[in-house]
T-cell receptor, first 114, second 114 residues
Framework: GDSVTQMEGPVTLSEEAFLTINCTYTATGYPSLFWYVQYPGEGLQLLLKATKADDKGSNKGFEATYRKETTSFHLEKGSVQVSDSAVYFCALSGSGGTASKLTFGTGTRLQVTL | DAGVTQSPTHLIKTRGQQVTLRCSPKSGHDTVSWYQQALGQGPQFIFQYYEEEERQRGNFPDRFSGHQFPNYSSELNVNALLLGDSALYLC?????????????FGDGTRLSIL
């Protein structure tokens, strides 16, 4: 079945450092890929998405590129801020379209310090 | 434009009891999915409703059941509660049949089983 593997956290960075959170996936067909962010005590917010190979999703300085050849969707940001501290989830939805069920990774906690 | 709303925000039950959680989808959405997020884990798909029918189901026992109403709102019912059912229950809504539309999440219901 479908699965998502994320790098384990927590990831601790100083403000303005470069961020990479690795994500790889296993899926049949052509899934859509997502990054969601969860702040303490809240639900999930969509951060960015990509729906086909070589697409780059971007939002709020975060970027991720859909790499079918390496089955990866790594999240990057050039300069993190304290306000980026949260848990980040990589997810995919199957070839039934973006309304299909989401399969999530276990999440990566990011802590940014001054 | 109201997003996805869930009620209640917190709930405490004892083993063996039954619980009903409620979700109102984002305006314009017709599909509701439910997820269970255990502490420190990624969300796990429970089931999805569209046109008042269960469209997809994850690997959850029959103790977990749901319903969707004509106004697209939804309920999640869990019978014979176990300690392991303690989790954050997330509802997500989307629009079926429209390409590349992501799922939007509510803030969840925190269920604690004593």
């Amino acid at each position: 079945g479908d699965s998502v593997t994320q790098m384990e956290g927590p990831v601790t960075l100083s403000e303005e450092a470069f961020l990479t959170i690795n994500c790889t996936y296993t899926a049949t067909g052509y899934p859509s890929l997502f990054w969601y962010v969860q702040y303490p005590g809240e639900g999930l917010q969509l951060l960015l998405k990509a729906t086909k190979a070589d697409d780059k999703g971007s939002n709020k300085g975060f970027e991720a590129t859909y790499r079918k050849e390496t089955t990866s969707f790594h999240l990057e940001k050039g300069s993190v801020q304290v306000s980026d501290s949260a848990v980040y989830f990589c997810a995919l939805s199957g070839s039934g379209g973006t309304a299909s069920k989401l399969t999530f990774g276990t999440g990566t906690r990011l802590q940014v310090t001054l | 434009d109201a997003g996805v709303t869930q009620s209640p925000t917190h709930l405490i039950k004892t083993r063996g009891q039954q619980v009903t959680l409620r979700c109102s989808p984002k305006s314009g959405h017709d599909t509701v999915s439910w997820y269970q997020q255990a502490l420190g884990q990624g969300p796990q798909f429970i089931f999805q409703y569209y046109e008042e029918e269960e469209r997809q189901r994850g690997n959850f026992p029959d103790r977990f059941s749901g319903h969707q109403f004509p106004n697209y709102s939804s309920e999640l019912n869990v019978n014979a509660l176990l300690l392991g059912d303690s989790a954050l229950y997330l509802c997500a809504s989307s629009l079926l049949g429209v390409p590349n539309q992501p799922q939007h999440f509510g803030d969840g219901t925190r269920l604690s089983i004593l």
